[in-house]
């Protein structure tokens, strides 16, 4: 099949697919057609449209593996002068590796969103969202130019707004949603400034045509300066990077976000959108290889994302929260990869962390179900008994996001590190550090999460000393599904009743995690020789000769079991095995050592409680600063220039002008009669020079 073209009318189905069962459920399933199908009508078209894009996916997938590409245009939209403005597509490895990715997860989403949010109202517009976010991804994905990838960038963040919001009744959900929509926008400035950039000097939006004229485009500086064009449109193209891909300081959004259901979570805000921003850097890889600079502000952004939002997750009590800055440091990890021009190894990161992160989100779900809305993690313990299903995949996906030897996450997150230690530009001093010891950080608060949740002594049924979330009772109490809601309000209370005891979730709900377990388990194992030291990526990502670390990480890879017996005697593993120990001891032998910890170090638990206080320094300076203009611009700008002057000004000058006049108008005709007499005098000696001469 080498060199032969895809067909591209089944490309097209691949996005449509979900588009159309998105519909159904949207327009056919609300009220804006007056519900003319139901709840199993809804969620059939959703999940078969989604089933028919992820098999399309993985035989698209097969045979651009067995040689098969496609690039071309699907649709022209608009041709301004030599521009063109289109619809097409880019399938290659790292394209049709997404739609697998994102199809998948997505396909295993739809079908736990049947049992999760089986009481909901929502219920079918939640489908039409989260079958709409697919196509969106899809579209971004396999676009082959700006134009495309911008669309499928703003649309999943619009999907996003609407279903962070789902719930949109509780103040919580508007704040977060609004939150996500406005920190993204920033991102996007910037996003759509590196777009301009290139569009103005490579005059075209292609990637393969942008990426011809690399060399000639690194030559350039911007207009009035020195500065290197390149590397002003990376670092732009980052920042758009940064706000969808959640890196400090546009990370704000990102936890505040688990005010929408779990299963969009799990789809959204793990495994797919904030993933967005490293799939585009990879792909923009011929760019980004022609600056340093760009690479060691990504570097040292990405770093101080691993390791100070590891540091979150080690305080949180909500067990959706705990999940989120556990992406926000994965996140981290794979920015790191790409400063290091290890762009494979983050996109080899970005799918195995798509299927553990999911699987941990999901089985968080699935807890929350178990434990009738309860998200608080000191109200669990001793689920293990209880609910089997849920604590062996659970299990599953924190071994695997610790990195343990042999697990998925094991040989991406270890050849992250080594990529690191590779690589000598400005800032990987401290990325060396900040992925060490977010080594150990993940593995203690993912533990501490895991041993408080499904084992030690029951503490659910009772009178709690504390609230569900203490430091986020309204994001606790509203971030569940909607069972037996009413029955809540009523009683008033929220978790198991005194007596009540955890049960495993129906088939629907675990039969994704165990779907997601499996790749979380083995998927690193099969692929990582194809994937980084394979010919996977030949053609598609581009490293520098000047940058090493891929060849040196191929350099000492010898087979996939080699490098997990060689893991348990490295640095990650024994960090990783530390922290874990710490969990245990500190949470189920010796309880008194947190509160300790709490004690003596207070002013750091009150810094990482308020989350370095980046929302204060957000409220005060930013909005602060936006309202103080925009009280500026109403008071000067509204009141005094526009009302006041302008408007106002304008009728006084009016009525001036008018008083005026007023007394020329006396109602005598021999005043009238003399006036045209003037008027008739001024314009016969006006024109008298005209006049021709007798």
Same mark, same amino acid.
């Given at each position: 099949?080498?060199?032969?073209?895809?067909?591209? !009318?089944?490309?097209?189905?691949?996005?449509?697919?979900? *588009?159309?069962?998105?519909?159904?459920?949207?327009?056919?399933?609300?009220?804006?057609?007056?519900?003319?199908?139901?709840?199993?009508?809804?969620?059939?078209?959703?999940?078969?449209?989604?089933?028919?894009? @992820?098999?399309? %996916?993985?035989? +698209?997938?097969?045979?651009?593996?067995?040689?098969?590409?496609? !690039?071309?245009?699907?649709?022209?939209?608009?041709?301004?002068?030599?521009?063109?403005?289109?619809?097409?597509?880019?399938?290659? %490895?790292?394209?049709?590796?997404?739609?697998? #990715?994102?199809?998948?997860?997505?396909?295993?989403?739809?079908?736990?969103?049947?049992?999760?949010?089986?009481?909901?109202?929502?219920?079918?517009?939640?489908?039409?969202?989260?079958?709409?976010? +697919?196509?969106?991804?899809?579209?971004? #994905?396999?676009?082959?130019?700006?134009?495309?990838?911008?669309?499928?960038?703003?649309?999943? /963040?619009?999907?996003?707004?609407? *279903?962070?919001? $789902?719930?949109?009744?509780?103040?919580?959900?508007?704040?977060?949603?609004?939150?996500?929509?406005?920190?993204?926008?920033?991102?996007?400035?910037? $996003?759509?400034?590196?777009? /301009?950039?290139?569009?103005?000097?490579?005059? +075209?939006?292609?990637?393969?045509? &942008?990426?011809?004229?690399?060399?000639?485009?690194?030559?350039?500086?911007?207009?009035?300066?020195?500065?290197?064009?390149? +590397?002003?449109?990376?670092?732009?193209?980052?920042?758009?990077?940064?706000?969808?891909?959640?890196?400090?300081?546009?990370?704000?959004?990102?936890?505040?976000?688990?005010?929408?259901?779990?299963?969009?979570?799990?789809?959204?805000?793990?495994?797919?959108?904030?993933?967005?921003?490293?799939?585009?850097?990879?792909?923009?890889?011929?760019?980004?290889?022609?600056?340093?600079?760009?690479?060691?502000?990504?570097?040292?952004?990405?770093?101080?994302?691993?390791?100070?939002?590891?540091?979150?997750?080690?305080?949180?009590?909500?067990?959706?929260?705990?999940?989120?800055?556990?992406?926000?440091?994965?996140?981290?990890?794979?920015?790191?990869?790409? /400063?290091?021009?290890?762009?494979?190894?983050?996109?080899?990161?970005?799918?195995?962390?798509?299927?553990?992160?999911?699987?941990?989100?999901?089985?968080?779900?699935?807890?929350?179900? /178990?434990?009738?809305?309860?998200?608080?993690?000191?109200?669990?313990?001793?689920?293990?008994?209880?609910?089997? =299903?849920?604590?062996?995949?659970? *299990?599953?996906?924190?071994?695997?996001? =610790?990195?343990?030897?042999?697990?998925?996450?094991?040989?991406?997150?270890?050849? =992250? =590190?080594?990529?690191?230690?590779?690589?000598?530009?400005?800032?990987?001093?401290?990325?060396? $550090?900040?992925?060490?010891?977010?080594?150990? &950080?993940?593995?203690?608060?993912?533990?501490?999460?895991?041993?408080?949740?499904?084992?030690?002594?029951?503490?659910?049924?009772?009178?709690?000393?504390?609230?569900?979330?203490?430091?986020?009772?309204?994001?606790?109490?509203?971030?569940?599904?909607?069972?037996?809601?009413?029955?809540?309000?009523?009683?008033?209370?929220?978790?198991?009743?005194?007596?009540?005891?955890?049960?495993?979730?129906?088939? &629907? #709900?675990?039969?994704?995690?165990?779907?997601?377990?499996?790749?979380?388990?083995?998927?690193?194992?099969?692929?990582?020789?194809?994937?980084?030291?394979?010919?996977?990526?030949?053609?598609?990502?581009?490293?520098?000769?000047?940058?090493?670390?891929?060849?040196?990480?191929?350099?000492? @890879?010898?087979?996939?079991?080699?490098?997990?017996?060689?893991?348990?005697?490295?640095?990650?593993?024994?960090?990783?095995?530390?922290?874990?120990?710490?969990?245990?001891?500190?949470?189920?032998?010796?309880?008194?050592?947190?509160?300790?910890?709490?004690?003596?170090?207070?002013?750091?638990?009150?810094?990482?409680? !308020?989350?370095?206080?980046?929302?204060?320094?957000?409220? &005060?300076?930013?909005?602060?600063?936006?309202?103080?203009?925009?009280?500026?611009?109403?008071?000067?700008?509204?009141?005094?220039?526009?009302?006041?002057?302008?408007?106002?000004? %304008?009728?006084? #000058?009016?009525?001036?002008?008018? %008083? *005026?006049?007023?007394?020329?108008?006396?109602?005598?005709?021999?005043?009238?009669? @003399?006036?045209?007499?003037?008027?008739?005098?001024?314009?016969?000696?006006?024109?008298?020079?005209?006049?021709?001469?007798?």
């Amino acid at each position: 099949m080498a060199g032969q073209l895809l067909n591209p !009318n089944l490309l097209l189905a691949v996005p449509l697919a979900p *588009l159309a069962g998105a519909a159904i459920a949207g327009l056919l399933g609300t009220q804006f057609l007056g519900n003319l199908v139901g709840r199993k009508t809804s969620h059939t078209a959703t999940i078969l449209g989604v089933l028919i894009a @992820f098999i399309l %996916s993985v035989q +698209t997938l097969l045979a651009v593996m067995d040689g098969a590409t496609f !690039n071309g245009t699907i649709y022209n939209w608009m041709t301004i002068g030599p521009l063109k403005m289109e619809v097409g597509f880019q399938i290659d %490895s790292l394209s049709a590796m997404m739609m697998c #990715v994102v199809t998948f997860v997505s396909l295993m989403v739809h079908i736990y969103t049947i049992g999760y949010m089986k009481d909901d109202e929502g219920y079918n517009r939640f489908f039409a969202y989260i079958s709409l976010f +697919t196509f969106s991804m899809l579209m971004l #994905v396999m676009a082959n130019n700006f134009l495309q990838l911008f669309f499928g960038w703003e649309a999943v /963040g619009l999907v996003s707004y609407l *279903l962070i919001g $789902f719930w949109y009744q509780r103040p919580t959900a508007i704040v977060a949603n609004m939150k996500a929509f406005l920190v993204n926008r920033v991102g996007d400035f910037g $996003f759509i400034l590196g777009i /301009g950039l290139l569009l103005a000097n490579a005059h +075209t939006m292609n990637y393969q045509e &942008v990426f011809a004229q690399k060399d000639a485009l690194a030559q350039m500086t911007m207009l009035g300066s020195d500065w290197p064009l390149l +590397t002003v449109a990376c670092i732009c193209l980052f920042i758009g990077a940064m706000g969808k891909s959640a890196q400090f300081p546009l990370h704000v959004w990102l936890p505040d976000s688990m005010e929408g259901p779990t299963p969009i979570s799990a789809l959204i805000h793990a495994a797919t959108m904030v993933t967005a921003g490293i799939f585009m850097v990879s792909r923009m890889s011929p760019l980004f290889e022609l600056s340093d600079t760009a690479l060691s502000f990504i570097l040292v952004i990405g770093s101080i994302t691993a390791l100070f939002m590891g540091f979150l997750g080690i305080i949180q009590n909500d067990i959706k929260r705990v999940v989120a800055y556990s992406t926000l440091s994965q996140l981290g990890y794979m920015t790191v990869a790409l /400063g290091s021009s290890a762009y494979s190894v983050a996109v080899f990161h970005l799918m195995t962390h798509a299927f553990f992160k999911a699987l941990l989100f999901l089985g968080a779900g699935s807890v929350i179900i /178990g434990m009738h809305h309860d998200q608080d993690i000191r109200n669990m313990g001793g689920l293990r008994k209880y609910m089997p =299903i849920t604590w062996i995949t659970s *299990l599953v996906g924190s071994l695997a996001l =610790i990195g343990t030897p042999l697990f998925s996450g094991f040989y991406s997150k270890d050849s =992250i =590190i080594e990529a690191v230690e590779a690589t000598h530009i400005w800032g990987a001093g401290f990325a060396q $550090f900040a992925v060490l010891a977010g080594v150990f &950080v993940t593995a203690f608060y993912s533990f501490r999460m895991y041993f408080l949740v499904f084992h030690g002594k029951e503490r659910f049924g009772q009178a709690h000393a504390h609230g569900h979330d203490d430091h986020h009772a309204p994001a606790a109490k509203h971030d569940s599904d909607a069972h037996d809601e009413e029955e809540e309000d009523d009683h008033g209370h929220h978790g198991l009743e005194p007596g009540q005891k955890p049960h495993e979730s129906p088939f &629907v #709900v675990w039969f994704p995690l165990v779907m997601l377990a499996i790749p979380s388990l083995i998927i690193g194992y099969l692929t990582i020789g194809p994937m980084l030291h394979g010919d996977f990526f030949k053609g598609v990502i581009f490293v520098g000769e000047n940058h090493p670390a891929m060849e040196e990480l191929s350099h000492e @890879f010898h087979g996939a079991m080699a490098m997990a017996i060689h893991g348990l005697s490295t640095a990650p593993f024994w960090l990783a095995l530390s922290g874990v120990v710490a969990a245990y001891y500190c949470y189920m032998v010796n309880p008194r050592v947190p509160a300790w910890f709490f004690a003596k170090f207070h002013a750091i638990h009150t810094l990482l409680d !308020n989350k370095y206080y980046m929302d204060k320094f957000n409220e &005060v300076v930013f909005a602060g600063g936006a309202r103080l203009l925009g009280n500026g611009l109403w008071n000067f700008g509204d009141k005094k220039l526009i009302d006041g002057f302008v408007v106002n000004g %304008s009728a006084k #000058v009016v009525a001036w002008l008018s %008083s *005026l006049s007023r007394v020329l108008q006396t109602g005598y005709i021999y005043h009238y009669a @003399f006036v045209m007499i003037l008027g008739v005098l001024g314009f016969l000696i006006y024109f008298l020079p005209f006049w021709p001469a007798k």
